[in-house]
């Protein structure tokens, strides 16, 4: 099987595309990275990608809703070809603002298996502050291609709106029964609400990314692409002081598991 | 004239963020009662607009069915607001820039609605009680910002701004008058800041010429011979103790990088920013800007422009440097300081924090640039007059260092289009501050919009690696003025200003030439690419336009539409400043008669020294900026068990797939130039090498900055201060091989009140940037493990004069701390090389609070406890024991090292000093003795509290000052 193919797209205020493009090319996918205006003026060219990911970044400068401009142009110049790229087993991330033009956008939440739609967003941190943040995560299941049940991640989180919310409790009875609830953040103690600031936003049970009813679409607030090496973490020195000295090969960041996992099943 | 009204609200159930952080800002004005607070978002949209399309843009643009209340409403010219309601609307004033407003055209034409007139604001309810003056002060002291913002009381509802009329060309001439005080005079009234030697230079050629200037000329010498852009105080020759020091900057800061003649300086002095070398196919470059006047009067646009501006500094370095990491320090007023207090006409310091904090923020974070490396530093003396420093490094490929101008090339200006945004702002910022800044200056403020400078940036990169351009350089101070002067000086450059695309109509040809409208950047563009050049901004939503073209006559000649009102040679623009000589005394201070001083107890001194704010933990500020994009952070500005340790530089590998990096820090401590300005830049230089260092940066391969804040230096006290400060400069860097690549200065830092004026304290803040091989080498401050040996690197003297620990117990001290210039650059690289073979676990510098300070924070940085002797270590003459805690002597260290590395550590450190004082332990407390006398036993818990607390409370309005 040849190289996947994955189409990083940028938009005017895209700021997480370079390391998001090395990081799947790290997993062995080749990246284009194109602009917007490229794929409205021709939105075939994603059928030559197996995968699309929208990177983090503060589209057209967040200025309304986070990720609001970028979505609605997703939905109309790129709505049928998303759904063609999905229909063929393509895959969609969308990381931090990637995340909240996909939930702006509808193709998040998404309705259920059964057609019934569901409504959720992402709204102002709790603290109404923006906040960089390192913080523990856990997938619990195996819905999602990029994801394994059991995983535990240490990512970090770098946002002013990743608050999740539903408009009604029978959207979230839904999101967790459909098991698409792809990351949740992790307390000290498991099985306890997170809270402030593990959980660092006041997102809705936990909620730090979601998967689509395919498990091919997978949005998440937290950052994989800057964890790809070890010396990334915030507390690499102290590790590495326990293993006497740093190792003299670059060891993986937890980050990596998700370009991984994308890759690994793109290939398949 | 009707307008359509959007309302939009979270839904009650889910809370209201921006309304409960009002309510948290309320006691600071004893106005807790006026809550709770509602909060909606307001759009006004033109009447011409359907029912449908407004609902449209209302429901799939504005708002979010899914979590918020959207109301729609016809509202008549006129009309009121529920007068019950205790309301206040904010909205930017007419022509300040308004990010949102590009955002919703831009959603709106793909919704395929052509919007028309449009203006948004925010609408704060306050449900409690609260009478009509209350609300005032709440909106100007807490919303909003009365010079750039307008503020709608009770029932007013916002209206839509008029728009100004077409402007109708017509050429100004200005007469020169004969008399000395009439030249003076003229200067003053045009706001130019241009002394009187200067007008009379310029009246000689104008008279040579045969003409009067047209007020453009007049205003392009001026921005062209300001403080800002030719720093004619520091070119000066000046008079001191006797001698005639030549052009000072030469003399000093220039004289060390000449002399010491480092291999890996590329480029220093002569471009936007230095340039040295980095790995095998990259440079680095790196520049450090103030923005101090415009964020007195508006901390958050302020610094926000700042950052913006020394940004557009790298992309105008060499052809163009893609920025990888941003610095800032802020020094301001006390943010505890009691509001009735303050000098007339000042912001209250914790309203500047928080302002500028956030301005670094929103326009940092939104151009995807790391913010790695700062510091807060307070003092009262800065209440009036705060200073703003943002730095930015870049990293450019090698072949992209070099620019040049040549004849035939096109002027094309990108990105944002230009407005009446900061003119006069190179003169302005020359000026000293007075009560009535805030209301005179406030077209002196420039709001940006990062998205803007983003998209040129992203075009920038792009053009510079398909080799469209020759030349590039930043709008900054002085707009298209300095811009294309610059660019032009050895050639020529004949420019049409009608050509420039302006935000609104009515711009005169002066106002577009000295414009400070932010995200512009101007190339000399050969005319073969012109056009691909023009295509690829276009390709992206970048404006561009064709101001001229550079030409050979060695001449600046202006135009508009045709019309000519300005030409004069580059040679009188660029040479024509007239030199001055000017004076300079410097005399010591009187001794602080310390016989009566009897210290505090130790752990009390301890205690607020853990809690003054220059110490604690800045932890609320560095989490607001993101520090980690790009993906290239190592060692972040918060480490240890808690995340919450103070880090002493931070640590970067800018290539992806690559372990080379560099160590970024700074230095700074104004108060030891209260005693001798000489020692605080000594000082400042080792502090910010320390700092670098003791991450793992090279010390053989670092370059610093040097950025000054002065007061006024037409008084020679104040200019001796300088010179002192300047020789400081060049005797560390040549004792640490360490050159300066650039630097910028910023002087008239007084603020003149009724009572007299107050300057701020000397300031020389100094950036440093060295290599670190690989970054899997770096350390942190943290302690690593119980039973490590603990080592103090250094000598330490009795040094308390200016020190943190003498502040707090309401003493100054005499002597502050000098640089031994014969072992401070070995003692650097021998630690440099046991960090670099692994010997080293933590290590931290000593600064602010001597070694008690370190002590504590590496201990509960790491979570072990910490038992020193310090009567084992080595001094300067006898120190008693309050001075062996908290002197601040330089090139200290205090280092972990594990018990099986010790003797090759001690090895490394033949001939120098370095004693073992203890070593860690598992209980969590500090413990320093002298000899068997215990100084201070104390646990670390309630010291680690009070460094992470008390900054924050203060900013979470949880402390009362």
């Given at each position: 099987?040849?190289?996947?193919?994955?189409l990083?797209?940028?938009?005017?205020?895209?700021?997480?595309?370079e390391?998001?493009?090395?990081?799947?090319?790290?997993?062995?996918?080749?990246?284009?990275?194109?602009?917007?205006?490229?794929?409205k003026?021709?939105?075939?060219?994603?059928?030559?990608?197996?995968?699309?990911?929208?990177?983090g970044?503060?589209?057209?400068?967040?200025d309304?809703a986070?990720?609001?401009v970028?979505?609605?142009?997703?939905?109309?110049?790129?709505?049928?070809?998303?759904?063609?790229?999905?229909?063929?087993?393509?895959?969609?991330?969308?990381?931090?603002?990637?995340?909240?033009?996909?939930?702006?956008?509808?193709?998040?939440?998404?309705?259920?298996?059964?057609?019934?739609?569901?409504?959720?967003?992402?709204?102002?941190?709790?603290?109404?502050?923006?906040?960089d943040?390192?913080?523990?995560?856990?997938?619990?299941?195996?819905?999602?291609?990029?994801l394994?049940?059991?995983?535990?991640?240490?990512?970090?989180?770098?946002?002013a709106?990743?608050?999740?919310?539903?408009?009604s409790?029978?959207?979230?009875?839904?999101?967790?029964?459909?098991?698409?609830?792809?990351?949740?953040?992790?307390?000290?103690?498991?099985?306890?609400?997170?809270?402030?600031?593990?959980?660092?936003n006041?997102?809705?049970?936990?909620?730090?990314?979601?998967?689509?009813?395919?498990?091919?679409?997978?949005?998440l607030m937290?950052?994989?692409?800057?964890?790809?090496?070890?010396?990334?973490?915030?507390?690499?020195?102290?590790?590495?002081?326990?293993?006497?000295?740093?190792?003299?090969?670059?060891?993986?960041?937890?980050?990596?598991?998700?370009?991984?996992?994308?890759?690994?099943?793109?290939?398949? | 004239?009707?307008?359509?009204?959007?309302?939009?609200?979270?839904?009650?159930?889910?809370?209201?963020?921006?309304?409960?952080?009002?309510?948290?800002?309320?006691p600071?004005?004893?106005?807790?009662?006026?809550?709770?607070?509602?909060t909606?978002?307001?759009?006004?949209?033109?009447?011409?607009?359907?029912?449908?399309?407004?609902?449209?843009?209302?429901?799939?643009?504005?708002g979010?069915?899914v979590?918020?209340?959207?109301?729609?409403?016809?509202?008549?010219?006129?009309?009121?607001?529920?007068?019950?309601?205790?309301?206040?609307t904010?909205?930017?004033?007419?022509?300040?820039?308004?990010p949102?407003e590009?955002?919703?055209?831009?959603?709106?034409?793909?919704?395929?609605?052509?919007?028309?007139?449009?203006?948004?604001?925010?609408?704060y309810?306050?449900?409690?009680?609260?009478?009509?003056?209350?609300?005032?002060?709440?909106?100007?002291?807490?919303?909003?910002?009365?010079?750039?913002d307008?503020?709608?009381?009770?029932s007013?509802?916002?209206?839509?701004a008029?728009?100004?009329?077409?402007?109708?060309?017509?050429?100004i001439?200005?007469?020169?008058?004969?008399?000395?005080?009439?030249?003076?005079?003229?200067?003053?009234?045009?706001?130019?800041?241009?002394?009187l030697?200067?007008?009379?230079?310029?009246?000689?050629?104008?008279?040579?010429?045969?003409?009067?200037?047209?007020?453009?000329?007049?205003?392009?010498?001026?921005?062209?011979?300001?403080?800002?852009?030719?720093?004619k105080?520091?070119?000066a020759?000046?008079?001191?103790?006797g001698?005639?020091?030549?052009?000072?900057?030469?003399?000093?800061?220039?004289?060390?990088?000449?002399?010491?003649?480092?291999?890996?300086?590329?480029?220093?002095?002569?471009?936007?920013?230095?340039?040295?070398?980095f790995?095998?196919?990259?440079?680095?470059?790196?520049?450090?800007?103030?923005?101090?006047?415009?964020?007195?009067?508006?901390?958050?646009?302020?610094?926000g422009?700042?950052?913006?501006?020394v940004?557009?500094?790298?992309?105008?370095?060499?052809?163009?440097?893609k920025?990888?990491a941003?610095?800032?320090?802020?020094?301001?007023?006390?943010?505890?300081?009691?509001?009735?207090?303050?000098?007339?006409g000042?912001?209250?310091?914790?309203?500047?924090?928080?302002?500028?904090?956030?301005?670094?923020?929103d326009?940092?974070?939104?151009?995807g640039?790391?913010?790695?490396?700062?510091?807060?530093?307070?003092?009262?003396?800065?209440?009036?007059?705060?200073?703003?420093?943002?730095?930015?490094?870049?990293?450019?490929?090698?072949?992209?260092?070099?620019?040049?101008?040549?004849?035939?090339?096109?002027?094309?200006?990108?990105?944002?289009?230009?407005?009446?945004?900061g003119?006069?702002?190179?003169?302005?910022?020359?000026?000293?501050?007075?009560?009535?800044?805030e209301?005179?200056d406030?077209?002196?403020?420039?709001?940006?919009?990062?998205?803007?400078?983003?998209?040129?940036?992203?075009?920038?990169?792009q053009a510079r690696?398909?080799?469209?351009?020759?030349?590039?350089?930043?709008?900054?101070?002085?707009?298209?003025?300095s811009?294309?002067?610059?660019?032009?000086?050895?050639?020529?450059?004949?420019?049409?200003?009608?050509?420039?695309?302006?935000k609104?109509?009515?711009?005169s040809?002066?106002?577009i030439?000295?414009?400070?409208?932010?995200?512009?950047?101007?190339?000399?563009?050969?005319?073969?690419?012109?056009?691909?050049m023009?295509?690829?901004?276009?390709?992206?939503?970048?404006?561009?336009?064709?101001?001229?073209?550079?030409?050979?006559?060695?001449?600046?000649e202006?135009?508009?539409?045709?019309?000519?009102?300005?030409?004069?040679?580059?040679?009188?623009?660029?040479?024509?400043?007239?030199?001055?000589?000017?004076?300079?005394?410097?005399?010591?201070?009187?001794?602080?008669d310390?016989?009566?001083?009897?210290?505090?107890?130790?752990?009390t001194?301890?205690?607020?020294?853990?809690?003054?704010?220059?110490?604690?933990?800045?932890?609320?500020v560095?989490?607001?900026?993101?520090?980690?994009v790009?993906?290239?952070?190592?060692?972040k500005?918060?480490?240890?068990?808690?995340?919450?340790?103070?880090?002493?530089?931070?640590?970067?590998?800018?290539?992806?797939?690559?372990t080379?990096?560099?160590?970024?820090?700074?230095?700074?401590?104004?108060?030891?130039?209260?005693?001798?300005p000489?020692?605080?830049?000594?000082?400042?230089?080792?502090?910010?090498?320390?700092n670098?260092?003791?991450?793992?940066?090279?010390?053989?391969?670092?370059?610093?900055?040097?950025?000054?804040?002065?007061?006024?230096?037409?008084?020679?006290?104040?200019?001796?201060?300088?010179v002192r400060?300047?020789?400081?400069c060049?005797?560390?860097?040549?004792?640490?091989?360490?050159?300066?690549?650039?630097?910028k200065?910023?002087?008239?830092?007084e603020?003149?009140?009724s009572?007299?004026?107050?300057?701020?304290?000397?300031?020389?803040?100094?950036?440093?940037?060295?290599?670190?091989?690989?970054?899997?080498?770096?350390?942190t401050?943290?302690l690593?493990?119980?039973?490590?040996?603990?080592?103090?690197?250094?000598?330490?003297?009795?040094?308390?004069?200016?020190?943190l620990?003498?502040?707090?117990q309401?003493?100054?001290?005499?002597?502050?701390?000098?640089?031994d210039?014969?072992?401070?650059?070995?003692?650097?690289r021998?630690?440099?090389?046991?960090?670099?073979?692994?010997?080293?676990?933590s290590?931290?510098?000593?600064?602010?609070?001597?070694?008690?300070?370190?002590a504590?924070?590496?201990?509960?940085?790491?979570?072990?406890?910490?038992?020193?002797?310090?009567?084992?270590?080595?001094?300067?003459?006898?120190?008693?024991?309050h001075?062996?805690?908290?002197?601040?002597?330089?090139?200290?260290?205090?280092?972990?090292?594990?018990?099986?590395?010790?003797?090759?550590?001690e090895?490394?450190?033949?001939?120098?000093?370095?004693?073992?004082?203890?070593?860690?332990?598992?209980?969590?407390?500090?413990?320093?003795?002298?000899?068997?006398?215990?100084?201070?036993?104390?646990?670390?818990?309630?010291?680690?509290?009070?460094?992470?607390?008390?900054?924050?409370?203060?900013?979470?309005?949880?402390?009362?000052?």
């Amino acid at each position: 099987m040849a190289e996947p193919e994955v189409l990083v797209l940028r938009a005017a205020g895209t700021n997480c595309n370079e390391e998001t493009a090395y990081a799947f090319e790290l997993a062995g996918a080749k990246t284009r990275q194109i602009h917007v205006n490229r794929l409205k003026e021709n939105s075939k060219i994603l059928d030559d990608f197996g995968a699309v990911v929208i990177p983090g970044g503060f589209s057209y400068g967040d200025d309304i809703a986070a990720g609001s401009v970028l979505a609605l142009e997703l939905d109309h110049a790129l709505g049928d070809s998303l759904r063609r790229l999905l229909s063929r087993g393509g895959l969609v991330l969308g990381i931090c603002n990637g995340f909240q033009v996909l939930m702006r956008s509808g193709l998040l939440p998404g309705p259920e298996a059964s057609g019934a739609s569901l409504s959720a967003s992402l709204i102002d941190n709790e603290s109404h502050r923006y906040i960089d943040r390192w913080v523990n995560l856990r997938s619990e299941h195996d819905h999602s291609h990029f994801l394994r049940a059991g995983l535990d991640l240490e990512l970090p989180v770098a946002h002013a709106e990743g608050r999740f919310v539903v408009a009604s409790d029978q959207d979230v009875k839904a999101l967790e029964a459909g098991r698409r609830v792809a990351l949740r953040y992790l307390g000290q103690k498991a099985g306890e609400a997170a809270g402030f600031p593990a959980n660092p936003n006041g997102s809705l049970n936990d909620i730090a990314g979601l998967s689509d009813a395919s498990g091919q679409v997978l949005g998440l607030m937290p950052h994989p692409e800057r964890f790809l090496f070890d010396w990334q973490h915030p507390q690499w020195t102290r590790r590495a002081s326990d293993a006497k000295t740093a190792s003299s090969k670059n060891a993986q960041g937890e980050g990596f598991q998700i370009f991984e996992n994308a890759v690994r099943y793109l290939a398949s | 004239m009707s307008t359509w009204q959007v309302e939009i609200g979270t839904r009650a159930q889910l809370g209201d963020a921006l309304g409960q952080a009002v309510e948290r800002d309320l006691p600071w004005l004893d106005l807790e009662r006026a809550g709770p607070v509602r909060t909606r978002r307001l759009y006004l949209l033109d009447a011409a607009l359907a029912r449908t399309q407004v609902d449209l843009l209302a429901t799939r643009l504005l708002g979010d069915e899914v979590v918020e209340e959207i109301k729609v409403r016809k509202v008549e010219d006129g009309s009121q607001r529920d007068a019950s309601l205790s309301a206040v609307t904010v909205c930017r004033k007419p022509g300040v820039m308004d990010p949102v407003e590009a955002s919703v055209r831009r959603g709106a034409s793909e919704l395929g609605i052509d919007l028309g007139a449009f203006r948004s604001g925010t609408l704060y309810l306050f449900e409690g009680e609260v009478n009509p003056d209350e609300l005032q002060k709440i909106g100007a002291n807490i919303l909003a910002n009365p010079v750039v913002d307008d503020i709608l009381c009770g029932s007013t509802t916002l209206t839509f701004a008029a728009t100004s009329g077409a402007y109708v060309f017509e050429r100004i001439d200005v007469p020169l008058p004969d008399r000395d005080e009439d030249l003076l005079k003229l200067s003053q009234d045009l706001g130019l800041s241009l002394n009187l030697a200067e007008m009379q230079t310029i009246k000689a050629w104008f008279d040579e010429a045969g003409r009067d200037p047209s007020d453009i000329e007049l205003e392009t010498l001026a921005q062209t011979w300001s403080e800002h852009c030719k720093h004619k105080t520091f070119a000066a020759d000046v008079r001191f103790r006797g001698e005639v020091i030549p052009n000072l900057l030469k003399s000093t800061v220039f004289r060390a990088t000449k002399e010491l003649d480092r291999d890996f300086c590329v480029s220093v002095f002569v471009d936007n920013a230095g340039i040295v070398e980095f790995d095998d196919k990259h440079n680095l470059c790196f520049k450090v800007e103030t923005h101090n006047h415009p964020s007195a009067i508006d901390p958050y646009g302020g610094a926000g422009t700042g950052i913006g501006g020394v940004i557009r500094d790298i992309l105008g370095t060499g052809l163009g440097g893609k920025p990888v990491a941003n610095t800032n320090v802020f020094c301001l007023g006390y943010p505890d300081a009691d509001p009735n207090k303050l000098p007339a006409g000042t912001i209250h310091p914790l309203r500047v924090l928080k302002g500028v904090v956030s301005g670094v923020r929103d326009y940092g974070n939104r151009m995807g640039i790391p913010t790695v490396n700062g510091g807060l530093f307070f003092d009262e003396r800065y209440t009036g007059n705060p200073l703003v420093y943002a730095g930015t490094v870049g990293i450019i490929p090698k072949d992209r260092c070099l620019k040049e101008t040549k004849p035939g090339d096109k002027i094309v200006a990108l990105g944002g289009a230009t407005g009446r945004d900061g003119i006069q702002g190179a003169t302005f910022s020359s000026r000293e501050l007075h009560e009535d800044s805030e209301s005179l200056d406030g077209s002196a403020v420039q709001i940006g919009n990062a998205i803007t400078e983003k998209r040129t940036m992203d075009v920038l990169l792009q053009a510079r690696d398909r080799g469209l351009y020759r030349n590039v350089t930043d709008c900054g101070a002085g707009g298209f003025s300095s811009a294309v002067g610059e660019m032009g000086e050895l050639t020529g450059a004949r420019v049409d200003l009608a050509n420039a695309p302006t935000k609104y109509p009515g711009l005169s040809y002066r106002e577009i030439w000295i414009s400070e409208a932010q995200e512009r950047m101007v190339f000399a563009v050969p005319p073969e690419n012109l056009e691909e050049m023009l295509a690829l901004a276009a390709s992206e939503d970048v404006e561009a336009c064709v101001l001229g073209e550079f030409t050979d006559s060695k001449r600046l000649e202006l135009m508009f539409d045709g019309h000519v009102i300005g030409d004069m040679t580059m040679e009188f623009l660029h040479n024509g400043l007239p030199k001055t000589v000017l004076e300079a005394v410097w005399d010591e201070p009187a001794e602080e008669d310390l016989a009566d001083f009897e210290p505090a107890p130790f752990e009390t001194v301890l205690k607020k020294l853990m809690a003054h704010p220059n110490v604690a933990s800045k932890e609320w500020v560095i989490r607001q900026y993101d520090h980690e994009v790009q993906s290239t952070s190592c060692i972040k500005s918060l480490v240890g068990v808690d995340l919450d340790g103070p880090g002493d530089a931070a640590v970067h590998a800018p290539v992806l797939g690559s372990t080379k990096g560099f160590a970024l820090g700074c230095g700074m401590n104004p108060h030891y130039a209260d005693l001798d300005p000489y020692h605080m830049a000594t000082a400042a230089i080792d502090e910010a090498l320390r700092n670098v260092v003791a991450v793992g940066g090279d010390p053989d391969r670092c370059s610093i900055l040097d950025n000054f804040s002065w007061g006024n230096t037409a008084k020679p006290d104040r200019l001796g201060a300088l010179v002192r400060a300047s020789q400081g400069c060049y005797d560390a860097a040549m004792a640490y091989r360490t050159p300066f690549i650039s630097g910028k200065d910023s002087l008239n830092n007084e603020y003149a009140t009724s009572a007299g004026t107050i300057c701020i304290p000397h300031t020389l803040l100094v950036s440093a940037l060295a290599i670190v091989d690989d970054v899997r080498q770096s350390v942190t401050m943290d302690l690593k493990r119980a039973g490590s040996s603990i080592y103090l690197v250094g000598l330490t003297g009795d040094e308390l004069g200016g020190s943190l620990a003498m502040r707090v117990q309401q003493r100054r001290g005499n002597h502050a701390p000098q640089l031994d210039r014969r072992t401070a650059l070995p003692t650097l690289r021998a630690l440099h090389l046991a960090i670099k073979t692994g010997q080293v676990l933590s290590c931290h510098d000593l600064s602010e609070g001597g070694l008690a300070v370190t002590a504590a924070e590496s201990a509960f940085a790491g979570g072990f406890g910490l038992d020193l002797d310090l009567g084992l270590m080595p001094t300067r003459g006898t120190l008693d024991a309050h001075t062996r805690l908290f002197s601040e002597s330089l090139t200290r260290f205090l280092v972990e090292v594990a018990p099986e590395n010790c003797a090759a550590f001690e090895e490394g450190f033949a001939g120098l000093t370095l004693t073992r004082l203890g070593e860690s332990q598992e209980t969590k407390r500090l413990r320093l003795r002298l000899d068997q006398k215990v100084l201070i036993d104390c646990d670390l818990d309630p010291l680690h509290e009070l460094h992470r607390r008390s900054l924050t409370d203060i900013l979470e309005g949880n402390h009362r000052g």
